[in-house]
């Protein structure tokens, strides 16, 4: 399987603990984003990476939040002392985005089956 | 601001018709582009077809379509011959000047009558 894989695809926590989600992209993919979908609602954008680097955070990112790619290739999600709030479907997707910074508008993005965060 | 609306709640289709999903946009950039995605019941968000801003002509994908009207800022998806298969969560999305993030709809739930 060479698509965008998430781990793991369910979690549940306690309030207040923290909780880590991996995000692996398709091998030649130079970008990576990270969205969070609740039920019945589109996603959100939370955060992107070209590269190790981080590009853009969405406000939703609250300090409890983090995220990382250290080598340019998977990466991690972080909710540090979980709320009931953060109960959300967290998607991945990866793109690859080539020098021609013209094509940046038709950049499709694949995504993962995604992690279901359920906090108690 | 840049925003994405689906009115449509929740869709339902006879099998083997065509269907019309909605969608308006709203952005001040020129230059944009205007995505639809299919999610089924599995979670996972499979990309369906694009249009930019600047194509002349709306995109097909097979038996999908854009109905892209830049003036009304309206980007419909057009699914012909509709299949059971087809049933599923749909996401009409934009990307608009350099930056990297889609912004997502709120989704339109297609189902379809044997």
């Known amino acids: 399987d060479t698509g965008v894989s998430q781990d793991p695809r369910h979690k549940i926590t306690k309030r207040g603990q923290n909780v880590t989600f991996r995000c692996d992209p398709i091998?030649?993919?130079?970008?990576l984003y990270w969205y969070r979908q609740t039920l019945g609602q589109g996603p959100e954008f939370l955060t992107y990476f070209q590269n190790e680097a981080q590009l853009e955070k969405s406000r939703l990112l609250s300090d409890r939040f983090s995220a990382e790619r250290p080598k340019g290739s998977f990466s991690t999600l972080e909710i540090q002392r979980t709320e009931q709030g953060d109960s959300a479907m967290y998607l991945c997707?990866?793109?690859?985005?080539?020098?021609?910074?013209?094509?940046?508008?038709?950049?499709?993005?694949?995504f993962g089956s995604g992690t279901q965060l359920s906090v108690l | 601001a840049q925003k994405i609306t689906q009115t449509q709640p929740g869709m339902f289709v006879q099998e083997k018709e065509a269907v019309t999903l909605d969608c308006t946009y709203d952005?001040?950039?020129?230059?944009?582009?205007l995505f639809w995605y299919k999610q089924p019941s599995s979670g996972e968000m499979i990309f369906l077809i694009y249009?930019?801003?600047?194509?002349?002509q709306n995109a097909t994908e097979g038996r999908y379509s854009l109905n892209f009207q830049k003036a009304r800022k309206s980007a419909n998806l057009v699914i012909s011959a509709s299949q059971l298969g087809d049933s599923a969560m749909y996401f009409c999305?934009?990307?608009?000047?350099?930056?990297?993030?889609?912004?997502f709809g709120q989704g339109t739930t297609l189902q379809v009558k044997p």
């Open positions: 091998s030649e993919h130079n970008r």
């Open positions: 999305a934009m990307r608009a000047g350099n930056t990297g993030k889609l912004i």
């Open positions: 952005t001040s950039d020129p230059s944009y582009g």
């Open positions: 249009q930019g801003s600047y194509d002349q």
């Open positions: 997707a990866s793109s690859f985005m080539g020098p021609e910074r013209t094509r940046v508008l038709v950049e499709k993005l694949f």
